[in-house]
C-alpha cells in the first residue's frame, strides 16, 4: 500500500468509523450493524462542493495517529461481533499510557518554556527505545493489544505512512488524548462529587 | 558533524550591472483591485530577482492568491504579475479543504531548486495556519505540486512563515516560522534539500514574540530578531545562536520600538547589520532603515523608506489624504506603473479610510542582500502595492 493509498484508507475510516462506534449501534442486529457501516463509509465518500466529508475531516483534525486508526479499526471489529471486548483492566492501562503521553506532549508544544517534547520524534532514537521498553512491558504483562497499537505505530513509522515526519504523530494525536483524558476523568471525578449531585 | 550557515555573499561578485541610480524604488505588484500584502524577494540570477505576496479581495479571504512578479535587473522593471498558487489549486494538491492562504516566502537554495512556502488555513484564523511547501526544479516556471509540513502535534495547526529562508553546508534548510495559537513564539526548523522536517529548534518562548528574521553572522552563529507581541515594552527582541540554529540565547529587547509588526535584517558588506522596521510604539505609518553593530548596541538611522505627512500618524482628512497619496504614488510607483493612478486613487475609500479619516502604512519589510553587492527590499505599500526598493552598497557608504 503506498502512502497516499493509505492515507484514503485512513480518511475514510477516520470519518466513518467513530461516527459507527458513537451511534447506539450495538442495539442493531448483526446484519443491521454491518450495513450500518457500509452505510458510513458510502457516506464518508459522497463529495459536498467536490471533497468529501471524509476530506473535510481530515482537514480539521489532520491524519490520525495509527494508534488512533487501529483502536477505532479494533472497536469497530469488536462491535461488529468478530472479536470480543479486551478486559476492562487493560483498557484502563491503555488508557493512562495515551493520557499520559498526552500530559507529556502537548502543554510544551504549546511554547510554554523552551523544552519540547515533540523535537524527541524527529530523531527518535530515545523515543523508540522508550516506546521499545513499554512493548516489551507490555508484552510480559500479556497485553498483546497494547503492544499490537506501539507497534504498528512503529511500523507506520518506520514506512513514513503519514506525511508526519515525527514519530510522535503515529504514536498520539490530540482526538485519542482527549478520548482517554476524558474517559480517565469522568471515571474519577465520581470520587470527588458528592453523591446527592450524581446522577442516579 | 553539525551544518553550518552557508556564506551566501561569498565567491566570485561579479557587478556587472550596476542600477542606473544608487537608490530606486518602484511598484513590484500591478494589480490595483486587490489587497496586497507580506511580500517575499528572491535572486533567480545575476539578472532575475523573483517576489511573491499574497493578494485578494482582502487578508484571508477565500480569493486570496499567492501572486509573483520578476524583475529585470539591467532593465530596471517589474514584469507582468502572475499566481503562483491558489485555494482551489492547493486544496486539489492537498487533498483537504483550504480556506484561506497566507504569507509566502521564497528562496533559491544552493542546489539551484526554487522553493516556495506559503500558508494555509483549514479552519478558523491564522492560529490554525499550516506550512506548505512547492518546489521548481526550473526556476519556477513548473512547480510541484504543494505538500504540507508537519510540524506541531496538535493536529499540526498553528506554524506560519514569514522570515526568509537560510541555507546550510549540508544542503539542509533553515526555515524560521512561528507559532500563533494560544502561545506567540518562534522556531527554527531543519529542513532536508528536499523539504522534509528533521528537527526543530525553540527560539523564543511563551506568548509575545513572533516572526523571526535570521541573519547569519559567521558558520555557525546568527542573530534572530523578532517582533514583539506583548504588552510590555513594545521592543524589537534578539536572540542568538552559535551552534547553527540548534540552541539560541533568551530573546532580548532592544532600542528600537517595534508596534507588533514584521521586520527584516540582512548583513552588509562592512559587518553591520541593515534592519527595516517600523521604530514606532503603536501603528505602521512610518517604515524606516537602520544599520546597527552585530552588538545591536548603537542604531543608527538611515532613511525613513515612506512615512505618513502627519508625524503622529494621526489619520487624515480625504480632502489632504488624497493629495498626499498621489504624490506618494507618484514618488514609488516607478515609471512603468505610473499609468496605475487613476485606477488606484478609485479604490481608496474602501481599502485606507474609515470614519475617523484616511491612513497611511507601510509594513512587512522583506530584505535582501545580493552577491553582486545590492540590497532589495520589498514591502506592503498601503496594503495596496508591493513596493521595491533597491540601494548599492555606495548608498549605503554615502550615509555616513
Known amino acids: ?200 | 558533524m553539525p551544518a553550518a550557515f552557508l556564506d551566501e555573499q561569498a565567491g566570485s561578485p561579479t557587478l556587472a550591472l550596476s542600477p542606473s541610480s544608487p537608490f530606486v524604488n518602484s511598484f513590484a505588484s500591478s494589480d490595483v483591485d486587490d489587497y496586497v500584502h507580506a511580500a517575499a524577494l528572491t535572486q533567480l540570477s545575476e539578472d532575475t530577482l523573483l517576489s511573491v505576496w499574497f493578494a485578494g479581495s482582502r487578508e484571508g479571504a477565500a480569493d486570496v492568491q499567492i501572486r509573483g512578479a520578476h524583475f529585470d535587473v539591467s532593465e530596471e522593471t517589474w514584469q507582468e504579475e502572475f499566481v503562483l498558487a491558489t485555494r482551489e489549486s492547493t486544496q486539489q494538491g492537498l487533498d483537504r479543504y483550504v480556506r484561506k492562504l497566507g504569507n509566502p516566502v521564497v528562496a533559491l537554495a544552493p542546489d539551484q531548486r526554487l522553493w516556495l512556502f506559503y500558508v494555509s488555513v483549514s479552519i478558523g484564523g491564522w492560529g490554525g495556519s499550516a506550512i506548505n511547501a512547492m518546489h521548481s526544479e526550473d526556476m519556477g516556471a513548473t512547480w510541484s505540486t504543494p505538500r504540507r509540513l508537519v510540524t506541531s502535534p496538535f493536529f499540526n495547526i498553528s506554524t506560519l512563515v514569514r522570515g526568509a529562508p537560510v541555507f546550510h553546508d549540508d544542503g539542509s534548510i533553515g526555515l524560521p516560522v512561528y507559532h500563533e495559537f494560544i502561545g506567540k513564539f518562534a522556531e527554527y526548523l531543519y529542513l532536508s534539500a528536499d523539504g522534509e522536517v528533521l528537527d526543530k529548534y525553540r527560539i523564543s518562548r511563551g506568548n509575545h514574540s513572533l516572526q523571526p528574521t535570521i541573519v547569519p553572522t559567521g558558520p555557525e552563529s546568527a542573530i534572530a530578531m523578532l517582533r514583539y507581541a506583548g504588552t510590555e515594552h513594545h521592543r524589537v527582541l534578539a536572540s542568538r545562536t552559535e551552534d547553527a540554529g540548534r540552541s539560541w540565547s533568551k530573546p532580548v529587547p532592544l532600542e528600537p520600538f517595534n508596534p507588533n509588526s514584521s521586520l527584516a535584517a540582512a548583513m552588509t558588506h562592512r559587518n553591520t547589520l541593515l534592519v527595516a522596521l517600523n521604530n514606532l510604539r503603536d501603528g505602521r505609518f512610518r517604515l524606516s532603515l537602520y544599520e546597527t553593530d552585530l552588538e545591536m548596541e548603537n542604531w543608527e538611522h538611515l532613511i525613513d523608506l515612506d512615512a505618513s505627512p502627519d508625524p503622529d500618524g494621526d489619520p487624515l482628512p480625504e480632502s489632504s489624504f488624497t493629495p498626499a497619496l498621489r504624490r506618494q504614488f507618484m514618488a514609488s510607483s516607478g515609471a512603468d506603473r505610473d499609468d496605475l493612478l487613476g485606477g488606484f486613487l478609485a479604490e481608496v475609500d474602501e481599502r485606507m479610510c474609515r470614519r475617523a479619516g484616511c491612513e497611511f502604512e507601510y509594513e512587512y519589510p522583506y530584505l535582501v542582500h545580493t552577491r553582486e553587492g545590492i540590497f532589495h527590499l520589498v514591502y506592503s505599500w498601503n496594503n495596496s502595492f508591493i513596493k521595491h526598493v533597491s540601494f548599492t552598497e555606495d548608498w549605503l557608504e554615502s550615509r555616513n
Not at chain 1, 2 to 9: D, R
Not at chain 1, 140 to 165: N, P
Request: glycine fraction near 6%.
Open chain 1, 1 to 200: 500500500m503506498t502512502p497516499l493509498e493509505f492515507v484514503f484508507w485512513q480518511s475514510l475510516a477516520s470519518a466513518a468509523l467513530p461516527l459507527f462506534l458513537l451511534l447506539p449501534s450495538a442495539r442493531l442486529s448483526p446484519p443491521l450493524r454491518h450495513a450500518l457501516l457500509l452505510a458510513l463509509l458510502a457516506l464518508a465518500l459522497v463529495p459536498i462542493n467536490g471533497l468529501s466529508p471524509a476530506t473535510y475531516l481530515r482537514s480539521v483534525f489532520d491524519d490520525l495517529a495509527l494508534t488512533t486508526s487501529l483502536a477505532l479499526l479494533l472497536g469497530t471489529v469488536v462491535r461488529l461481533g468478530w472479536m470480543a471486548r479486551p478486559p476492562e483492566a487493560q483498557l484502563t492501562l491503555l488508557l493512562w499510557l495515551f493520557a499520559g503521553m498526552a500530559v507529556v506532549l502537548y502543554p510544551a508544544a504549546l511554547g510554554l518554556t523552551f523544552v519540547d517534547p515533540y523535537r524527541l520524534g524527529f530523531a527518535p532514537r530515545l523515543l523508540l527505545a522508550g516506546v521499545g521498553l513499554l512493548s516489551l512491558g507490555l508484552l510480559w504483562q500479556r497485553h498483546y493489544l497494547g503492544c499490537l497499537l506501539l507497534s504498528v505505530a512503529t511500523l507506520g513509522f518506520v514506512l513514513q505512512l503519514k506525511g508526519s515526519t515525527n514519530y510522535w504523530d503515529y504514536l498520539i494525536d490530540p482526538a485519542l488524548a482527549t478520548f482517554c483524558m476524558g474517559v480517565l476523568l469522568r471515571r474519577h471525578a465520581r470520587r470527588f462529587i458528592p453523591s446527592r449531585y450524581r446522577s442516579a
